[in-house]
């Protein structure tokens, strides 16, 4: 379901540069991957789905947690990345079935990169 997606990421210049470190990978194996897609579902839900983020475009570092970086790989690191690449719309708070859809993605890019 998400490779269509992910493929069409990967042929971005900005998007494809983004990769998991050895920490990141190690920090993973150390949580697993429950916790992480609970940190995922965490920052999508605080810091993604509400309808106005007050520092949108700059709340989701480039690094110092994998999932950061995996945002930033699937284009869900802000709203305008995920209206321009996902279609849901700035401005309006993001359904339950959008956030599962952008923590699903997530998880499937960190799952290939280990």
């Given at each position: 379901?998400?490779?269509?997606?992910?493929?069409?990421?990967?042929?971005?210049?900005?998007?494809?540069?983004?990769?998991?470190?050895?920490?990141?990978?190690?920090?993973?194996?150390?949580?697993?991957?429950?916790?992480?897609?609970?940190?995922?579902?965490?920052?999508i839900l605080k810091r993604?789905?509400?309808?106005?983020?007050?520092?949108?475009?700059?709340?989701?570092?480039?690094?110092?947690?994998?999932?950061?970086?995996?945002?930033?790989?699937?284009?869900?690191?802000?709203?305008?990345?995920?209206?321009?690449?996902?279609?849901?719309?700035?401005?309006v708070e993001l359904t339950?079935?959008?956030?599962?859809?952008?923590?699903?993605?997530?998880?499937?890019?960190?799952?290939?990169?280990?």
């Amino acid at each position: 379901m998400y490779e269509k997606i992910l493929e069409k990421l990967s042929h971005s210049k900005f998007r494809s540069k983004f990769k998991l470190s050895e920490k990141d990978k190690a920090y993973i194996h150390t949580k697993g991957l429950d916790i992480i897609e609970e940190h995922a579902r965490d920052f999508i839900l605080k810091r993604i789905a509400p309808a106005i983020i007050p520092n949108d475009g700059k709340q989701t570092p480039m690094k110092n947690h994998p999932v950061f970086v995996a945002q930033h790989a699937t284009a869900c690191c802000c709203r305008g990345c995920i209206e321009k690449w996902h279609h849901f719309k700035k401005g309006v708070e993001l359904t339950s079935s959008e956030q599962d859809y952008l923590v699903k993605l997530i998880m499937e890019w960190l799952k290939k990169q280990l």
